[in-house]
């Protein structure tokens, strides 16, 4: 990692998705609105009948791409990752995870990306619910390159996915391209003192305090899961082994996401770690900008580097 | 299939779905009645879907969107040859597809229902895919009357609207009553001709169990050139066995062996007649 901004992923995932739709006009995007959140603009401008529009109607949305998808179209779904993932997510469900049609729902503006809108906008219970879905995959691309090869490797991705995207820039935490597979955890880079794991935009945070500890000496393993579910426990394992502690972070929940996953893990495999789980917590949610309401809840590179060097001693 | 052909196939289509609702000790049996005669028509007069051609997009479609009606599907599917009559014996027995709605493991099923409001957006995306792809099939789809309580069926029709997809064949199943009693008690939904035709469908009323008029009408062009279409199709809730007709209770009611040998002989005297 070189401490480069880049793009929001939003911007990337839209670019992205142009880029195959110009080559497969097999792909169809469809919208609730939401073309501008989506940084849709250009796609529906350069490729007008590669764009279904259905109103602010998400429901429909959702079983509308099932549709498509069983006439034989790579359809996606792009609606604000709240409205997507809760009032469809029977829509989700049945029409799309339990019919299985490998359409890809795209959760924008996810997690609490909307910041200062409020509780309506925010979702932080997508990966609670969508794990809990059978045949569900469930991605959340921590940087420009994440987010970039998993739109591409969607097209040919033969199962249910929901991908989520934020839309504030992020840092490039990919120094030169590494392998990504949707599936398959990366680890950033590899430390003995402890390990964070991240998912989606928390990821950066980890990264960020494994820089600032290093100046103190402290080597810390950072590893992206990228994809929640199917949840890689093999890279996860590899990434724990001898360790003494562990700090997962995550933009959800603390009920039902990362966190949970992987001491679901330790427990069953009777791995004896120093863990703690960051999300947000079971509460009225604190007012603020993505930033800074991560940031209050322990999320900001400083916090997790007290938190850190408190469970080390 | 000519009119005598097609009634004498809805007479043994109703034996049939009797027959595996009491075999198997569950079903929506009322709502199952109202709908075969259309399946009938459908799949025997209009879709031209078979096991052969099923796993083609170069096909008329068809999405059950009131999927607890299912065993007047499984039984007419089974009549079309995609699973043998002892495959659909495995009713509701441990371990089999045949469960109380579609689900695509069972061959011949288009899409899994069950939860009411979802298949007319279903059959307007893959109307839509077909549009775009000019491939000149119909999508049709059946909707329970209850179910027009659900919000996103008009959604759906705001979408087949914008597209003016007439290509799509929406049939609103019209029994008049749902689990708790008459659907205008319920919430109501009436009128629904007015309702259809300012969400911009074509309509028409017709009788549902008169299977000349609905050769008629799901056969041939669209009602009207860029308007997606609507058939009222209205039926009797337990329609063929005089003790169920209309009867709310038999919305998902197994009759008893006493009540199943009644119907049962109420059929075959019908079958008689066209002996």
Same mark, same amino acid.
């Given at each position: 990692?070189?401490?480069?901004?880049?793009?929001?992923?939003?911007?990337?995932?839209?670019?992205?998705?142009?880029?195959?739709?110009?080559?497969?006009?097999?792909?169809?995007?469809?919208?609730?609105?939401?073309?501008?959140?989506?940084?849709?603009?250009?796609?529906?401008?350069?490729?007008?009948?590669?764009?279904?529009?259905?109103?602010?109607?998400?429901?429909?949305?959702?079983?509308?791409?099932?549709?498509?998808?069983?006439?034989?179209?790579?359809?996606?779904?792009?609606?604000?990752?709240?409205?997507?993932?809760?009032?469809?997510?029977?829509?989700?469900?049945?029409?799309?995870?339990?019919?299985?049609?490998?359409?890809?729902?795209?959760?924008?503006?996810?997690?609490?990306?909307?910041?200062?809108?409020?509780?309506?906008?925010?979702?932080?219970?997508?990966?609670?619910?969508?794990?809990?879905?059978?045949?569900?995959?469930?991605?959340?691309?921590?940087?420009?390159?994440?987010?970039?090869?998993?739109?591409?490797?969607?097209?040919?991705?033969?199962?249910?996915?929901?991908?989520?995207?934020?839309?504030?820039?992020?840092?490039?935490?990919?120094?030169?391209?590494?392998?990504?597979?949707?599936?398959?955890?990366?680890?950033?880079?590899?430390?003995?003192?402890?390990?964070?794991?991240?998912?989606?935009?928390?990821?950066?945070?980890?990264?960020?305090?494994?820089?600032?500890?290093?100046?103190?000496?402290?080597?810390?393993?950072?590893?992206?899961?990228?994809?929640?579910?199917?949840?890689?426990?093999?890279?996860?394992?590899?990434?724990?082994?001898?360790?003494?502690?562990?700090?997962?972070?995550?933009?959800?929940?603390?009920?039902?996401?990362?966190?949970?996953?992987?001491?679901?893990?330790?427990?069953?495999?009777?791995?004896?770690?120093?863990?703690?789980?960051?999300?947000?917590?079971?509460?009225?949610?604190?007012?603020?900008?993505?930033?800074?309401?991560?940031?209050?809840?322990?999320?900001?590179?400083?916090?997790?580097?007290?938190?850190?060097?408190?469970?080390?001693? | 299939?000519?009119?005598?052909?097609?009634?004498?196939?809805?007479?043994?289509?109703?034996?049939?779905?009797?027959? !595996?609702?009491? @075999?198997? &000790? =569950?079903?929506?049996? /009322?709502? *199952?009645?109202?709908?075969?005669?259309? %399946?009938?028509?459908?799949?025997?007069?209009?879709?031209?879907?078979?096991?052969?051609?099923?796993?083609?997009?170069?096909?008329?479609?068809?999405?059950?969107?009131?999927?607890?009606?299912?065993?007047?599907?499984?039984?007419?599917?089974?009549?079309?040859?995609?699973?043998?009559?002892?495959?659909?014996?495995?009713?509701?027995?441990?371990?089999?597809?045949?469960?109380?709605?579609?689900?695509?493991?069972?061959?011949? !099923?288009?899409? @899994?229902? &069950? =939860?009411?409001?979802? /298949?007319? *957006?279903?059959?307007?995306?893959?109307? %839509?895919?077909?549009?775009?792809?000019?491939?000149?099939?119909?999508?049709?789809?059946?909707?329970?009357?209850?179910?027009?309580?659900?919000?996103?069926?008009?959604?759906?029709?705001?979408?087949?609207?914008?597209?003016?997809?007439?290509?799509?064949?929406?049939?609103?199943?019209?029994?008049?009553?749902?689990?708790?009693?008459?659907?205008?008690?319920?919430?109501?939904?009436?009128?629904?001709?007015?309702?259809?035709?300012?969400?911009?469908?074509?309509?028409?009323?017709?009788? /549902?169990?008169?299977?000349?008029?609905?050769?008629?009408?799901?056969?041939?062009?669209?009602?009207?050139?860029?308007?997606?279409?609507?058939?009222?199709?209205?039926?009797?809730?337990?329609?063929?066995?005089?003790?169920?007709?209309?009867?709310?209770?038999?919305?998902?009611?197994?009759?008893?062996?006493?009540?199943?040998?009644?119907?049962?002989?109420?059929?075959?005297?019908?079958?008689?007649?066209?002996?």
């Amino acid at each position: 990692m070189n401490n480069t901004i880049g793009k929001p992923n939003l911007e990337i995932f839209a670019d992205t998705l142009l880029n195959e739709a110009k080559k497969n006009k097999n792909i169809i995007v469809v919208t609730s609105d939401s073309r501008g959140s989506g940084k849709l603009v250009n796609f529906g401008k350069e490729l007008p009948s590669q764009l279904i529009e259905v109103g602010i109607a998400e429901q429909n949305l959702v079983a509308v791409c099932a549709g498509l998808s069983a006439g034989g179209k790579k359809v996606f779904g792009v609606s604000p990752a709240s409205f997507l993932t809760a009032r469809s997510l029977e829509q989700i469900k049945n029409d799309i995870a339990y019919s299985n049609r490998p359409a890809v729902m795209v959760g924008i503006s996810a997690g609490i990306s909307y910041g200062q809108l409020g509780a309506t906008h925010h979702s932080i219970h997508d990966y609670a619910t969508l794990r809990t879905i059978n045949n569900m995959t469930i991605v959340s691309p921590a940087d420009n390159f994440e987010a970039s090869e998993v739109i591409k490797q969607s097209i040919n991705y033969e199962k249910p996915l929901y991908i989520r995207y934020g839309k504030k820039p992020l840092l490039n935490l990919y120094s030169k391209e590494q392998n990504f597979k949707i599936g398959k955890a990366n680890i950033l880079k590899k430390g003995s003192d402890l390990v964070f794991i991240a998912t989606g935009e928390t990821v950066q945070r980890a990264y960020l305090s494994s820089q600032l500890l290093e100046k103190e000496g402290i080597q810390s393993t950072v590893v992206s899961m990228h994809t929640l579910k199917p949840f890689d426990k093999e890279t996860f394992l590899e990434a724990i082994l001898n360790q003494k502690v562990l700090i997962s972070l995550e933009e959800h929940s603390v009920y039902g996401g990362l966190g949970e996953m992987c001491a679901s893990v330790i427990t069953q495999e009777k791995i004896n770690i120093n863990y703690k789980i960051l999300g947000i917590p079971d509460e009225y949610m604190v007012n603020g900008s993505q930033s800074d309401v991560l940031d209050h809840y322990g999320m900001s590179p400083e916090k997790l580097t007290n938190l850190a060097k408190s469970m080390i001693e | 299939m000519n009119i005598n052909e097609l009634s004498i196939k809805s007479i043994e289509y109703r034996k049939t779905l009797l027959e !595996i609702i009491y @075999n198997s &000790g =569950a079903g929506h049996t /009322g709502g *199952s009645l109202s709908c075969v005669d259309i %399946l009938n028509v459908l799949y025997n007069d209009v879709l031209g879907i078979s096991p052969d051609n099923f796993d083609s997009i170069e096909r008329n479609r068809y999405i059950q969107s009131k999927g607890h009606s299912v065993e007047a599907l499984y039984t007419v599917l089974c009549d079309k040859g995609f699973f043998s009559r002892s495959e659909l014996d495995t009713l509701n027995k441990f371990d089999s597809h045949f469960i109380g709605h579609p689900t695509r493991k069972v061959s011949g !099923i288009e899409h @899994n229902t &069950g =939860a009411l409001g979802h /298949g007319l *957006s279903v059959a307007t995306g893959i109307a %839509l895919a077909y549009r775009i792809d000019a491939n000149p099939f119909k999508v049709f789809t059946l909707l329970g009357d209850g179910e027009l309580s659900e919000g996103s069926v008009w959604e759906a029709c705001t979408t087949a609207n914008k597209y003016q997809l007439d290509n799509l064949y929406v049939i609103v199943d019209r029994n008049n009553l749902q689990i708790t009693g008459d659907t205008e008690l319920v919430n109501p939904i009436e009128p629904l001709n007015q309702k259809f035709e300012s969400f911009g469908f074509s309509v028409k009323e017709i009788n /549902g169990h008169d299977l000349g008029a609905l050769k008629e009408n799901l056969n041939g062009t669209p009602f009207e050139k860029d308007k997606p279409n609507l058939i009222i199709a209205n039926t009797i809730k337990g329609k063929g066995i005089s003790f169920m007709e209309n009867i709310v209770s038999w919305h998902h009611r197994v009759p008893t062996e006493k009540e199943y040998k009644l119907a049962m002989s109420e059929l075959e005297k019908e079958l008689k007649k066209y002996e």
